[in-house]
Structure formats: structure tokens, C-alpha cells
Nanobody, 117 residues
Framework: QVQLVESGGGLVQPGGPLRLSCAASGSIFSGSVMGWYCQAPGEQLDMVARIASGGVTTIANSVKGRFTISRDNPKNTVYLQMNSLKPEETAVYYC???????????WGQGTQVTVSL
């Protein structure tokens, strides 16, 4: 059983930064992949960024150059640094942990990110 607790969401102005954190606890395999997904109202769940325990990452094209994912393995924590945020990136951001790069695994409760004046 894995528990994921997200933090760091909130209201930010367009162009501003925000940093999300997700701490995992429970049964975590050494080869796990952690990541972030987002879902805007009425939209599908989209992958934002993922990172393996060895540091390999995959990042959505729409956020490359603005978002950075990082991971602290001893703390089982993943971070998402979001810069130059856009209003259309307003969504609930979910933390995910899986045993590999496939879809599935465990999910956090989600944290709201609102980009607005």
C-alpha cells in the first residue's frame, strides 16, 4: 500500500512560478516512477512530467522549458517546479507512483493550481 500526499498548490498570477511536492510512504519499490498529471474541468487526465528513480525523465511538450521535475529518493519525494504558468494550466494536479513507465499505480488526492489575475 502506497500513500501519496501532495502540497504546494494554490493561486498564482499568469507568468508566475509554483512548486508542487509529493511525499510517498508505504511499499515503494526501488525502480518506481513518480510523476505528475493534471486534469482541467471537463478535460481528460494528462501527463505533465515523470521521473524514474535513476533520474530519467519524460516531460510533456507543452511544458518543456518551463516545468522541471526532480526527485529526492531518500525522502521518497517528487517535486514539480512550474514557471511561466499560463491560465490554461489551471487544473487539479495529481501525483502518481508506479512500478514502471506504464500507466496505473497509486494516486494522490490532487492539489488545485489556479492561474489567474
Amino acid at each position: 500500500q502506497v500513500q501519496l500526499v501532495e502540497s504546494g498548490g494554490g493561486l498564482v498570477q499568469p507568468g508566475g512560478p509554483l512548486r508542487l511536492s509529493c511525499a510517498a510512504s508505504g511499499s515503494i519499490f526501488s525502480g518506481s516512477v513518480m510523476g505528475w498529471y493534471c486534469q482541467a474541468p471537463g478535460e481528460q487526465l494528462d501527463m505533465v512530467a515523470r521521473i524514474a528513480s535513476g533520474g530519467v525523465t519524460t516531460i510533456a511538450n507543452s511544458v518543456k522549458g518551463r516545468f522541471t521535475i526532480s526527485r529526492d529518493n531518500p525522502k521518497n519525494t517528487v517535486y514539480l517546479q512550474m514557471n511561466s504558468l499560463k491560465p490554461e494550466e489551471t487544473a487539479v494536479y495529481y501525483c502518481n507512483l508506479n512500478t514502471g513507465w506504464s500507466t496505473g499505480g497509486s494516486w494522490g488526492q490532487g492539489t488545485q493550481v489556479t492561474v489567474s489575475l
